[in-house]
């Protein structure tokens, strides 16, 4: 298993501003994943962040929106950048192990409210 | 593509059992996932099956595969209040990448 620490686990935010979400993990694993959740809904994936490559982004999120990191097998960020009141949400990170069929584990999200 | 659908509320009584339903679309996946998130926390594993069996137990959970029908369920025997939660059913993607979530099934159990 894995343990995920997310920071902040919430803010509040101006539109127009930008906010950086850190994912910390306790142990090194080789793929990340950052998810939305929109109020009541499930679960969006946004992009899939393997240290040594670029993020690659899911259909309708960019990376000039959602800049991503991933300096090393522990951490990652997420950016939302210009925000808007529509991008009030949780934000999730995730990650795997070496099989990728097994399951994925989860920080506590950063409760986001855009203002 | 890949879909998870499940329906969206269950009420029960506490002691009853709940039974929450999933239906998937890739018949490729190899593990399929019950999650539970509890109000302002992230997702929990609760259990998994794997594509080749039937049936799964694990203390007060059953979880039952239908591979014909791509239907997937979660019975909670006994339900108790501190099982009200949202319940994801997830399915592991072909490639095995990507965990693709149904809407979640939000469980109300009455005292």
Known sequence: ?115 | GEDVEQSLFLSVREGDSSVINCTYTDSSSTYLYWYKQEPGAGLQLLTYIFSNMDMKQDQRLTVLLNKKDKHLSLRIADTQTGDSAIYFCAEVNTGGFKTIFGAGTRLFVKA
């Open chain 1, 1 to 115: 298993s894995a343990v995920i620490s997310q920071k902040p686990s919430r803010d509040i935010c101006q539109r127009g501003t930008s906010l950086t979400i850190q994912c910390q993990v306790d142990s090194q694993v080789t793929m990340m994943f950052w998810y939305r959740q929109q109020p009541g809904q499930s679960l969006t994936l946004i992009a899939t962040a393997n240290q040594g490559s670029e993020a690659t982004y899911e259909s309708g999120f960019v990376i000039d929106k959602f800049p991503i990191s991933r300096p090393n097998l522990t951490f990652s960020t997420l950016t939302v950048s210009n925000m808007s009141p529509e991008d009030s949400s949780i934000y999730l990170c995730s990650v795997k192990g070496q099989d990728p069929n097994t399951e994925a584990f989860f920080g506590q999200g950063t409760r986001l409210t855009v203002v």
